[in-house]
Structure formats: structure tokens, C-alpha cells
């Protein structure tokens, strides 16, 4: 995927002047020997110019990480550390970072070998709020050189959603669909993110499809649509309108994103575009998601940007469906109860018209839009990709600016049940415990959309940790809390 940042952490150790120098040294050259040996030594970089003990070793540690290419820093308090010299690098540099410290390592050495960053850990936090600076602190941000290297390396995925959001720019086509304000876009916190948007008319994308017409490159990219589809391909009339539909995007994408790196997508697939493009973009936008490019339906301007948090988080495609509608009792009982541990309530299916990427199927077969069907012919809502998504964790998410401007979102981490659905689109049974309780509280009571961004495995912490650095307030994070967790709204006595 090259549509989303690679990190490379700047590794810069502090010490206080009254300690031993050695102390931070020897501990920095141990936490990069660990990294090294459990991960890609490629993810860091070890600042050998000094160990900062001063403002003007601040400087000179800042100039060195930026000259090797850095975009992302750990502080490493090798012992107590220089609260004003660390906090001040921490300040002026341009992008994530994180704080951790030195455990000590011996109950033999606790005089000489004893470095107090139990202690600086606390200053440091409380200098970095005096200066309004932004850092990812662990959970437990103290331990030997392996529990750092862990930690350094759970805040890869955090420094790249970071990184990722201040140089995207979503680039939207047309105005929601009538009846659609459930997907409200208030666009002031998305420059507030530092995230850039382009917005379009759907004439104008309209436009660019035409010319697009007998476009050499369109054949190549059918033959790759039928390598995908494989025996799935039951609509092989519609690949070449799809696939100069796709060059349409890509086109635009490369023209359009300008001073920006990364770029999302929020489509509108209709109600004039079947009529006008004939065909629907489901299986288009599934391509592009594979690819790292998520486009969102709908015109869901903060869907698209949670796509993409999850992109970067994961690595992975993501796909964005609504949470939709009821597992039946009858399918219940006889396909979960009893075999998985879930009440009723904990289960909902997720479905959306054919936008999931294929590799994250089950099976996949190339249909029309049957919703869109009811009121339009057929030949006109060809383009969806359909089939049961593959069973496996997942993690259902958002980040949204809501009616009144102000930025939620919610984590809840599950799993896709190996259920079949029996049902139509791009669909699957979910199972996220406590659910009901979950999408009254939150969902219901926060005034979420009914889209929801899924990726593919448990990525819970590490959104939750982007979410609390991006600037979203703890109290407007919602999760799916367990049993006896009683939410704000909830009535004890139901």
C-alpha cells in the first residue's frame, strides 16, 4: 500500500546533568539491540550526536533525527531526564511522539546504576502539558530495554494514522443523497485535524469519465478485474465501463491531490448516477480500499476519514457498512446459541452493497444493486461486488464531527461469526459483546451515522490512543462497555 506514511522513530535519550551520562547511553544502545532483535530495525533510528542534557543538545539532537529522515520521535529517559530540554524537543518537533523510561536493572546497583526515571516520567508529563505539547505516554510507560522496544513498537501504527491525517486531503463527489443527513459533514474539525478536502460536483466527475472513453490502459485493467472476479464474474458486459471508471478515479486522484501525500475518497453512487454512468461503483471502490485508497458511499466525508485511520493503523484494506439490521431468533438459535458466547442482542448483521474488498470475502460473485433494482432496471445497478465477509476478529469504529461540531468516536472490538447470512450485498453476522447495550448509549445517544468503519483484527488500543492524540476528549470515546459498567444514559433499574 503506498497510500499511507511509513515510519521511521527518531530514538533520542536525555539525561539529567547531575546523573551519570552512561546510565542513558548504555540504556539507549540496549533498547536499539532489543528493537533490532525482535523487529524491523528499519523502524528507528538510533540519534547518536548526544544525549540531551541541555536546550543546545536539544537542538542538535533535533537537527540530526530531522536530517536522517525521522517522522516520528521517542523520548527516552535513560534516568530522570531534563524536564525543559526533553519537553522542548518534544515541542518543536514535527510530528508523533512518545515518552518512555528507563526501568531500573539490578537489585545490585541501586546506587550508582540508579537512574530515577520513575520519577522524571512524572515531570516530563506535567512540562509537556505546561507547553500545551501533544505526546503518546503507554499505559505503563516504564520498563527494561525489550518492554520499551514493545512499546515503541506499538506506537508504529499510532505515529502513522498521525502522520497520515496531517497530510491527507479527502476528495469528495456530490452532495449527499436526498434523505441522507445522517451522514452531516461539518468540515471546521477537519481542518481543525489538519486535513484538507476537495469537493466536487458529481458533474465534474462525469466529465472526466467521459473523457476517459476508449482509453488504451481500460483492457489491462478488465483483465485484472476478471483475475479477480475468477468464476465470480457474472457480469463480464460491465468490467470495461467499471474499469474506465477506475482509471477516472485514479486520474483524478494523482491531479487533484496536490501538496498532499495520502487521499481518501467520498462517492456518490446515487440516485442519478446509476442512470447517468450506468452501472454502480461498488466493486470500484472495493478495488481501490485493496489498494489503500478508501472510498467511502454516499458522500460519508468522516467515513472515509475513518477508513483511512484504519488503513493506516492496519496496514490492510478496511471497508465501511452499515450496522444494520437484526440477526433473526430463529437464525440465532440455530446458528449461534450454544456455539459461540453471545446473547442475541450481542449479534447485528452488517451489510453494505458491494464495496468490501475481495480478499476479505468468503466468496464473491459480481451482481446488481437489488435495493436499487426495485425502482430502476437492472442492467443499470450492475457493479456490485457481493458475498458473505470472512469470519475473524474485527474492530468497528468512527470518528465523526457530529451535528453540533464536535468530535466523537467510538471503538468496539468483535468478531465476523462463520455464519451464513443468507442475504444479499457485501454482508456478514457481527458479534460485539454487550452490543445492544452499546448502540443504544453510544451509537443511538452520541448521534452516530448508521455507517461504520470495520477493519480486520482487534485494533481497539491503538485507535483508541490515535483518537486521545488527534484531540478527541476521553468522555466523547465511546466503547462497548462490559457488564456492570453502567453508561451515563443507562437506567439502572431496566
Not at 529522515?69 to 524537543?89: D, H, K, Q, R, S
Not at 470475502?361 to 446488481?368: D, E, N, T, V, W
Not at 452499546?438 to 470495520?454: D, S, T
Amino acid at each position: 500500500m503506498n497510500n499511507i506514511p511509513k515510519v521511521k522513530v527518531g530514538i533520542v535519550a536525555v539525561s539529567r546533568d547531575c546523573f551519570p551520562e552512561p546510565l542513558s547511553v548504555n540504556r539507549r544502545k540496549a533498547l536499539v539491540e532489543a528493537y533490532a532483535k525482535k523487529y524491523d530495525a528499519a523502524d528507528i533510528y538510533e540519534c547518536p550526536v548526544c544525549i540531551v542534557e541541555s536546550e543546545i543538545h536539544m537542538v542538535q539532537a533535533l537537527e540530526d533525527i530531522k536530517k536522517a529522515g525521522c517522522n516520528a520521535l521517542c523520548v527516552y529517559l535513560g534516568n530522570f531526564g531534563p524536564e525543559i530540554a526533553e519537553t522542548l524537543l518534544a515541542k518543536h518537533f514535527d510530528g508523533p511522539k512518545m515518552f518512555v523510561a528507563a526501568a531500573e536493572e539490578s537489585g545490585d546497583n541501586l546506587v550508582g546504576g540508579r537512574g530515577d526515571a520513575y520519577c522524571g516520567m512524572l515531570n516530563a508529563s506535567y512540562n509537556l502539558k505546561l507547553r500545551s505539547v501533544k505526546a503518546y505516554i503507554p499505559e505503563y510507560p516504564v520498563g527494561d530495554a525489550e518492554d520499551c522496544a514493545d512499546m515503541i513498537h506499538e506506537f508504529l501504527p499510532i505515529a502513522r494514522a498521525v502522520i497520515g491525517l496531517s497530510k491527507l486531503k479527502i476528495i469528495s463527489f456530490g452532495p449527499r443523497p436526498l434523505n441522507f443527513l445522517a451522514c452531516n459533514a461539518p468540515i471546521q474539525q477537519l481542518y481543525n485535524l489538519g486535513v484538507e478536502i476537495e469537493e466536487n460536483s458529481e458533474l465534474d466527475l462525469f466529465e472526466a469519465y467521459n473523457k476517459h472513453a476508449d482509453d488504451p490502459r481500460i483492457p489491462e485493467v478488465v483483465k485484472d478485474m476478471e483475475a479477480e472476479l475468477g468464476e465470480g464474474n457474472r457480469k463480464p458486459e460491465i468490467l470495461p465501463k467499471l474499469a474506465q471508471y477506475e482509471l477516472t478515479l485514479l486520474d483524478w486522484v494523482e491531479a487533484h491531490k496536490g501538496y498532499r501525500e495520502y487521499v481518501t475518497i467520498a462517492g456518490k453512487c446515487w440516485p442519478a448516477f446509476q442512470t447517468q454512468f450506468g452501472f454502480v461503483p461498488c466493486y470500484v471502490n472495493s478495488r481501490l480500499a485493496g489498494r489503500g485508497i478508501p472510498v467511502s458511499c454516499e458522500v460519508d466525508i468522516y467515513g472515509a476519514l475513518s477508513e483511512f485511520i484504519g488503513t493506516c493503523i492496519s496496514e490492510d484494506a478496511v471497508t465501511l457498512l452499515d450496522i444494520n439490521n437484526t440477526v433473526p431468533k430463529d437464525m440465532y438459535k440455530e446458528s449461534i446459541e450454544g456455539k459461540f458466547p453471545y446473547t442475541l442482542k450481542d449479534t447485528f448483521m452488517g451489510f453494505h452493497c458491494g464495496n468490501t474488498c475481495s480478499r476479505k470475502l468468503a466468496f464473491c460473485s459480481m451482481k446488481y444493486q437489488f435495493i436499487m433494482a426495485r425502482s430502476l432496471p437492472e442492467e443499470v445497478t450492475q457493479g456490485t461486488l457481493e458475498g458473505d465477509i470472512a469470519p475473524g476478529d474485527i474492530t468497528f469504529y468512527r470518528l465523526q464531527s457530529t451535528a453540533d461540531c464536535k468530535l466523537r468516536a467510538y471503538v468496539a472490538q468483535g468478531e465476523i461469526l462463520p455464519v451464513a447470512t443468507k442475504s444479499f450485498g457485501s454482508i456478514g453476522v457481527f458479534a460485539i459483546p454487550e452490543m445492544g447495550r452499546f448502540y443504544r448509549h453510544v451509537l443511538i445517544e452520541k448521534n452516530y451515522p448508521h455507517h461504520g468503519a470495520v477493519a480486520f483484527g482487534h485494533y481497539g488500543k491503538a485507535l483508541y490512543e490515535v483518537f486521545k492524540y488527534i484531540g478527541v476528549e476521553v468522555d466523547e470515546i465511546g466503547f462497548n462497555q462490559p457488564k456492570g459498567m453502567l453508561y451515563k444514559t443507562e437506567n439502572p433499574f431496566a
